[in-house]
């Protein structure tokens, strides 16, 4: 008897609707699956066999083909073994056709027939509402991520034979609660959720907006940071525009002090962001069971001794890696220099694309890779070249050997790059507080909200991301500035490259002023904050 049964698997960071056909005919007891597989794909044949058998159900012996279409697509992961079970029970007559026919299944299945919690659920469900599905059922563990979408109702059963019991109709299941999510996001974010329960139905990316809103969420603050006040104010330039920043300064400065003070200055996620970040991280499996959305900002920091494949992306079936991981966030490289040339060299395509392509023989996918970078390192090997207080002990080849580490096209697609200086005595002791992040902060999503409103209708949000077309648009220098610009571009000897990230660097510190156009003030900050380490 032939079935027909539905389930999802990821392609990149998307859901793919997956079409399980299950025959039983008549000869030897086989249970093959074709339709390109992958180990833990096949593997699903002893978990379907002992979790029917534990659950009371029969497992036909006889010849069983599973076919997962399109045959084209690999399929990998364990979220297939409950749709595979489905297909058998309806084939085998235990279930009807019509019972399954609205309702995509995902689920890994344990030996006694309990659903498993897998890796990517909120794609899938979001791709499965798109395609008109009216309901979906998935592992209990995932229950977070189901309450995130709306307009199609999910389903959550502890078991298989649960399932079973609830599409015979003999025991039906709940809908899973939408509204739940206001109660767990109130036990992280200090909001009210009050005036969202009268709401049907519940809106749950207003829902993100809100949580987004608050500033609790991060434990550290600017005000804790002492003096530094060139260092803080390229840290808010990077914010406001998106740019991406390199810091170089002495041991024990506060380099990275200061870099994971970062995000705290950040905008909020938008909605759209905080789905697209949500899904990577269900996809990569760190969308942990107590974690409902991911509501801050990313910020990662590998350590120097990380693989290009890692950082970039990879394996057989392409995962994302850090730089997907960083998407609508910071990437930290702290020891810069200390990276392999590989790795560092393979970040070249996405900073200026803001996207990753990775080619494999089973697949060719396509990440998202928008994220500041946030790099830090020391003068020289030994830290003290320029130090004030201490004496360099490097030799001259040293110190040449290791800023030779960094390529000049790397380095080119920095568009702040400072210096982060020994602080003083007087300013360790100081007990004046500084600006805190929520201070800058509010200055950040200023100069945003115009970047958003001069980029309305393209697919750009912040300076950084502007092209040439954009740049002739709408960076409009005064004739000061414009003089001042062709006399650096020759002294300094400035490539292509270069002169657009400066214009840049100035459009988003006009922007943080207020101003309509580039002044000299702002051209001239911009060229100082790029070519200060050069000075």
Aim: charged share 25%.
């Amino acid at each position: 008897m032939y079935a027909k049964v539905y389930g999802e698997t990821t392609c990149g960071i998307n859901g793919e609707q997956i079409i399980v056909e299950v025959d039983i005919s008549n000869g030897l007891p086989s249970f093959d699956i074709v339709g390109l597989p992958d180990t833990s794909v096949k593997e699903s044949r002893e978990r379907v066999r002992a979790a029917l058998k534990n659950s009371g159900l029969i497992f036909p012996m006889t010849r069983i083909t599973v076919n997962l279409a399109p045959a084209d697509l690999k399929k990998d992961g364990s979220g297939l073994d409950l749709p595979i079970a489905v297909g058998i029970l309806v084939s085998s007559g235990v279930l009807q056709q019509e019972q399954v026919d609205d309702t995509i299944f995902v689920g890994e299945l344990a030996l006694d027939g309990t659903i498993r919690q897998i890796a990517g659920v909120l794609p899938m469900i979001l791709h499965a509402r798109d395609i008109g599905r009216k309901n979906i059922v998935i592992p209990a563990g995932n229950c977070a991520e189901g309450r995130l979408v709306d307009g199609i109702d999910v389903l959550i059963p502890a078991s298989l034979l649960e399932l079973v019991e609830h599409l015979r109709g003999e025991k039906v299941l709940d809908v899973l609660d939408k509204e739940a999510i206001c109660a767990a996001a109130t036990s992280v974010y200090d909001v009210d959720f009050a005036e969202v329960r009268g709401q049907q139905p519940v809106s749950m990316m207003w829902i993100l907006r809100k949580c987004a809103g608050s500033n609790s969420v991060y434990d550290v603050d600017f005000a804790e940071v002492r003096g530094q006040q060139v260092v803080k104010r390229a840290l808010e330039i990077a914010a406001a525009g998106g740019h991406n920043i390199l810091m170089v300064g002495s041991p024990g400065s506060g380099k990275t002090m200061l870099a994971r003070r970062l995000p705290t200055i950040l905008p909020p996620l938008t909605e759209a962001e905080a789905l697209e970040v949500t899904k990577i991280y269900s996809i990569a499996g760190l969308l942990q069971r107590q974690e409902r959305v991911m509501l801050e900002r990313p910020f990662r920091s590998p350590h120097h001794t990380i693989s290009s494949s890692a950082l970039i992306g990879g394996g057989s079936v392409p995962r994302p890696g850090e730089v997907t991981l960083s998407h609508h966030g910071v990437l930290f490289l702290d020891e810069f220099p200390e990276f392999s040339r590989t790795a560092l060299e393979v970040l070249r395509q996405p900073l200026e694309d803001g996207y990753v392509t990775i080619s494999r023989v089973q697949a060719s996918l396509t990440f998202p890779a928008n994220f500041i970078m946030c790099t830090a390192q020391n003068p020289c090997p030994c830290g003290y070249l320029g130090d004030k207080k201490r004496e360099c002990s490097c030799k001259q080849f040293e110190i040449e050997r290791y800023h030779r580490k960094l390529s000049g096209p790397l380095l080119d697609r920095i568009d702040l790059q400072v210096y982060v200086p020994r602080l003083e005595y007087a300013d360790l002791q100081s007990r004046e507080a500084g600006e805190s992040s929520a201070v800058i902060r509010e200055r950040v999503i200023k100069a945003r909200q115009l970047q958003l409103l001069r980029l309305q209708g393209t697919n750009l949000y912040c300076n950084a991301q502007m092209g040439r077309r954009e740049l002739n648009k709408h960076c409009q220098m005064e004739a000061a500035a414009e003089k001042l610009l062709a006399k650096f571009f020759t002294a300094l000897g400035l490539s292509a490259r270069s002169h657009d990230r400066i214009i840049k660097v100035a459009r988003t510190i006009a922007d943080l002023d207020g101003s309509d156009i580039i002044t000299a003030a702002h051209l001239a900050e911009a060229v100082q904050l790029r070519t200060s380490l050069n000075s």
